[in-house]
């Protein structure tokens, strides 16, 4: 089946510090990739789309210049937090669609990074 | 906003099958019924999905109403590793349409 790696699976940074999540598909091609951010005992919210080649759209609310979304292959795209602050600590998932690029494919998850700003 | 509406929370006892339900009244004839689950502190895991057909795999059943508003997931014996929430979602057509999350329900399996 269709695997998705998120890497780092847990990270503590300090406040004011900027954090690199990176998710890759490792055994098809991804044109898109979405972002979701999950607080405790909340369901997973959207963050953003990302597209490979092209700029991320991001959902009403979360900051394009806080959270950086780079989709450089097909394979890998990146969620880079600027500045973390505490309340940016959370759970971080991205996920990445295989298939015909219907809505007849499934979405795929990565395991998620926990994110800790102190 | 979530298109589905499950239960907060049902329990079953290990071995049994477990039936969790999901409306979906307003469906469109293009969307998807998906499944998906998550374990604490893990990734969601596809589970199943479908248009309008009833669908089987290795993890769970899926039956859809004839009419498309409503849904059940079958987990066939529930084991204690199937404690999680479950995600009922209705996804469009175009493939670049992401999943919206619902509040799910959380399933506990009974020793």
């Known amino acids: 089946g269709a695997v998705v790696s998120q890497h780092p699976s847990r990270v503590i940074c300090k406040s004011g510090t900027s954090v690199k999540i990176e998710c890759r598909s490792l055994d098809f091609q991804a044109t898109t990739m979405f972002w979701y951010r999950q607080f405790p005992k909340q369901s997973l919210m959207l963050m953003a789309t990302?597209?490979?080649?092209?700029?991320?759209?991001?959902e009403q609310g979360v900051e394009k210049d806080k959270f950086l979304i780079n989709h450089a292959s097909l394979t890998l795209s990146t969620l880079t937090v600027t500045s973390a602050h505490p309340e940016d600590s959370s759970f971080y998932i991205c996920s990445a669609l295989s298939g015909g690029g219907t809505g007849n494919s499934p979405l795929h998850f990565g395991n998620g990074t926990r994110l800790t700003v102190t | 906003d979530a298109k589905t509406t499950q239960p907060t929370s049902m329990d079953c006892a290990e071995g049994r099958a477990a039936n969790l339900p999901c409306n979906h009244s307003?469906?469109?004839?293009?969307?998807?019924v998906y499944w998906y689950r998550q374990i604490h502190s893990q990734g969601p895991q596809y589970i199943i999905h479908g248009l309008k057909n009833n669908e089987t795999n290795e993890m769970a059943s899926l039956i859809i109403t004839e009419d498309r508003k409503s849904s059940t997931l079958i987990l066939p014996h529930a084991t204690l590793r199937d404690t999680a929430v479950y995600y009922c979602i209705v996804r469009g057509y175009s493939g670049n349409t992401p999943l919206v999350f619902g509040k799910g329900t959380r399933l506990s399996v009974i020793a």
């Open positions: 307003t469906i469109s004839g293009n969307e998807y």
């Open positions: 990302s597209n490979e080649g092209s700029k991320a759209t991001y």
